[in-house]
């Protein structure tokens, strides 16, 4: 049972542009996001987070919406740079689960220059 | 953010031994951290959670005698991965959650690569 969902494998952006993630879950106890970047044989690395109560949150060139009533979430990327490339994980946690992420599959971001 | 530091990076071993991993959160504590396995294209799955001075929950299919969490103080959690085999080769990564602040957010450690021969 897959909780959360990134459907897209792979994503392709040209520099400047913006980088659109999504990702898709099932619980709706969930009522923490977190997107999270990865390098290959590298820990993942924090990037922006967002609470149910919230529908947006921004940081920097990084933005995530939350759409609870369609349970989707987004990040955006603005402007994407080619330093951008890598794996995005979308994770999730349920309030009173002792702090458990669950992660989505990943997106593989390549922005071109 | 937080840094979260793992050691070794990589090891190779022969099969049928013992591999232990080192978890450490650097400037800050972690009462809970959590131990991740990734295959190759694959997404993060939770092994367990260690809790400092208790003992650690297995997430199901996950064997705790295989697999052996010591989280002895509030910087350290250490996994040893018991009479290894092939098949446990992968990458480990360990992560923590300052408890001090953002209590969900989780700051992982840079992996360590494990190849059993």
């Known amino acids: 049972d897959q909780q959360v969902k990134q459907n897209s494998p792979s994503l392709s952006v040209q520099e400047g542009r913006i980088s659109i993630l999504n990702c898709d879950y099932t619980n709706s106890m969930f009522d923490y996001f977190l997107w999270y970047k990865k390098y290959p044989a590298e820990g993942p690395t924090f990037l922006i987070s967002i609470s149910s109560i919230k529908d947006k949150n921004e940081d920097g060139r990084f933005t995530v919406f939350l759409n609870k009533s369609a349970k989707h979430l987004s990040l955006h990327i603005v402007p994407s740079q080619p330093g951008d490339s890598a794996v995005y994980f979308c994770?999730?946690?349920?309030?009173?689960?002792?702090?458990?992420?669950?992660f989505g599959q990943g997106t593989t971001l390549q922005v071109k220059p | 953010g937080a840094v979260v530091s793992q050691h070794p990076s990589r090891v190779i071993c022969k099969s049928g031994t013992s591999v232990k991993i080192e978890c450490r959160s650097l400037?800050?504590?972690?009462?809970?951290m959590f131990w991740y396995r990734q295959f190759p294209k694959q997404s993060l799955m939770l092994m367990a959670t260690s809790n400092e001075g208790s003992k650690a929950t297995y997430e199901q299919g996950v064997e705790k005698d295989k697999f052996l969490i010591n989280h002895a103080s509030l910087t350290l959690s250490t996994l040893t991965v018991t009479s290894a085999h092939p098949e446990d080769s992968s990458f480990y990564i360990c992560?923590?959650?300052?408890?001090?602040?953002?209590?969900?957010?989780?700051?992982f450690g840079p992996g360590t690569r494990l190849l059993v021969l």
């Open positions: 400037d800050f504590q972690a009462t809970t």
């Open positions: 992560s923590a959650r300052d408890q001090a602040i953002r209590q969900e957010t989780q700051y």
């Open positions: 994770a999730a946690i349920r309030a009173g689960n002792t702090g458990k992420l669950i």
